[in-house]
């Protein structure tokens, strides 16, 4: 017996709205009974962290690595951000025997686009079982979902790279039925990355973010004079630290992005550097040199774990050029007037996109993401081969942009932003409404005429058909949002950008065993 899942056209990642379609290729070497194929798409958000010391209750606040510590046990919080259901065999609820060879089950799948664990209707009706009488099959239990704190957002992306700490991966599993009671069931799963789509940008503005530092060179000393030769020469004298010529600059230097500041997966940053003359110079003497730069973007991991928290740092390093070869000389001319404006050449990092291993910043219920960027610029005062008598001083500025968010770069279908900004006003949720503020609805005005309330069709209360499997009666589901409805209406966005991530999607967990 093998079994396989085999993807149609499988792309690098999937995002929302994407139809996972595929077969289940089951290989007998003898005759089986088959009771139920059941095929489900999971989507799983997993964190663990180390209880502290009861002693110390600065240790709740404390960065500390998972799975170690002094204090105490290991807590764990596992959210099914996706979860769907495909029973591809039987139609009729019968097992029926097969005969050995190779036989194949379809099925089909469109990826959501918001988590399903907020949604408490939906979770309080899995209560571990599906199917009627005794075709019945095991699904997830969701009232254990109705313990843990949710937050209603976009799908995140796929995120590992934090051994036994925190987790988000996407699998396909499939599950053959075997009746009987000494046969095990056959199981099979295959993972996949998942990358979300943007949320609407918001319009183009002006306005821009920026972190500035004004700084000033020490005073150089007075170069000591020569004593008299043999023949009676004199070297000239030593220069005054009052004079002019030999004032140090004083510069203010500024990083800015455009606000909102959003950078985009795969793309370069939108970053300017100016530098502002705040003190007068005359000579050459007094040129600064901008002679080596770094430019980091510096992601922050939030991982929840009920009341215990951890933020863990990443690091991306996106320009870093140590030696700028040629220096930049910071104004065209040493004349120029105060508050005269140089903005650095571009170039330098206008070729360099974001690594293909940033994710997308996101919000789930036990792990965020968000992102700043930090700026280290070498400014020099004068070059160390200009003039042998003057040493060149050198000082490293830091530049820290912080709120900055990554968006995916795949765009959402027209139709879709134009869906979100008629929910908007109406007070809907929009696509990635989860980090977003909105106003609460007002509740309903009752009215004097009571409407006559549809009868439910009788349900087994052992077998609750929430699935909708076939010969299930029908039953309440939870309504959809109104970006949900429309979405289930168009399909996957087309154009999206190079992504690899740092997903290994079928590597083994390095989570811990969750405690029962």
């Known amino acids: 017996m093998s079994i396989r899942i085999a993807l149609d056209n499988p792309p690098d990642f999937y995002t929302n709205l994407d139809f996972i379609s595929g077969r289940v290729i089951l290989v007998l070497h003898r005759p089986e009974t088959i009771g139920n194929v059941i095929v489900k798409l999971e989507g799983e958000s997993r964190t663990a962290l180390t209880v502290p010391d009861p002693g110390g209750r600065d240790d709740f606040y404390r960065p500390r690595a998972p799975g170690l510590g002094i204090g105490g046990d290991i807590v764990t919080e596992s959210h099914k951000i996706l979860y769907r259901v495909f029973q591809v065999f039987p139609d009729d609820g019968v097992s029926l025997p097969f005969q050995a060879g190779l036989h194949e089950f379809k099925f089909n799948f469109k990826v959501p686009l918001n988590n399903i664990?907020?949604?408490?209707?939906?979770?309080?009706?899995?209560?571990?079982?599906?199917?009627?009488?005794?075709?019945?099959?095991?699904?997830?239990?969701?009232?254990k979902q109705l313990m843990l704190r949710h937050v209603k957002a976009t799908l995140p992306p796929s995120l590992t790279g934090f051994p036994q700490e925190a987790e988000i991966r996407y699998y396909i599993k499939v599950t053959i039925q075997r009746p009987g009671f000494f046969k095990e069931n056959w199981r099979y799963q295959v993972g996949f990355k998942f990358l979300p789509i943007e949320p609407p940008r918001p319009p183009k503005t002006s306005q821009e973010a920026f972190a500035r530092r004004p700084f000033t060179f020490r005073p150089r000393a007075p170069i000591p004079h020569k004593k008299s030769s043999f023949f009676g020469s004199k070297s000239p004298g030593p220069s005054s630290p009052d004079d002019p010529n030999q004032m140090p600059p004083n510069i203010e230097m500024s990083a800015r992005l455009p606000y909102p500041s959003i950078l985009t997966c795969n793309e370069s940053i939108p970053l300017r550097l100016i530098a502002r003359k705040l003190a007068p110079t005359t000579t050459r003497e007094q040129q600064v040199y901008l002679t080596g730069i770094e430019v980091m973007l510096i992601g922050f991991t939030q991982v929840r774990v009920h009341n215990l928290e951890n933020t863990e740092v990443t690091n991306f390093p996106i320009v870093s050029i140590p030696q700028i070869s040629p220096p930049i000389a910071l104004f065209d001319s040493p004349t120029n007037p105060v508050d005269t404006e140089f903005e650095v050449p571009k170039t330098l990092w206008?070729?360099?996109?974001?690594?293909?291993?940033?994710?997308?910043?996101?919000?789930?219920?036990?792990?965020?993401?968000?992102?700043?960027?930090?700026?280290?610029?070498?400014?020099?005062?004068?070059?160390?081969?200009?003039?042998?008598?003057?040493?060149?001083?050198?000082?490293?500025?830091?530049?820290?942009?912080?709120?900055?968010?990554?968006?995916?770069?795949?765009?959402?279908?027209?139709e879709l932003l134009n869906s979100a900004a008629h929910a908007d006003g109406m007070g809907h949720t929009a696509v990635g409404g989860g980090n977003a503020q909105r106003p609460?609805?007002?509740?309903?005005?009752?009215?004097?005429?009571?409407?006559?309330?549809?009868?439910?069709?009788?349900?087994?209360?052992?077998?609750?058909?929430?699935?909708g499997t076939a010969g299930s009666a029908m039953y309440e589901d939870a309504p959809p949002s109104y970006d949900e409805a429309m979405a289930d209406q168009l399909a996957g966005p087309a154009a999206r950008?190079?992504?690899?991530?740092?997903?290994?999607?079928?590597?083994?967990?390095?989570?811990?065993?969750?405690?029962?």
């Open 117 to 143: 664990c907020h949604d408490e209707k939906a979770m309080s009706a899995m209560l571990g079982i599906a199917g009627m009488g005794g075709s019945g099959f095991r699904t997830m239990d969701g009232t």
């Open 497 to 516: 950008p190079a992504y690899s991530g740092v997903t290994a999607e079928n590597a083994p967990s390095t989570m811990p065993a969750e405690k029962s």
């Open 440 to 467: 609460p609805q007002l509740p309903q005005r009752p009215t004097n005429a009571q409407p006559q309330q549809p009868q439910r069709p009788n349900q087994d209360p052992l077998y609750p058909p929430q699935l």
């Open 350 to 414: 206008a070729n360099r996109r974001l690594p293909n291993t940033v994710a997308p910043s996101f919000r789930t219920c036990n792990l965020a993401r968000h992102y700043s960027i930090q700026v280290l610029l070498t400014l020099s005062w004068g070059l160390p081969a200009a003039s042998p008598r003057q040493i060149a001083q050198s000082i490293t500025l830091p530049l820290k942009l912080s709120n900055v968010e990554v968006f995916s770069g795949i765009t959402p279908p027209p």
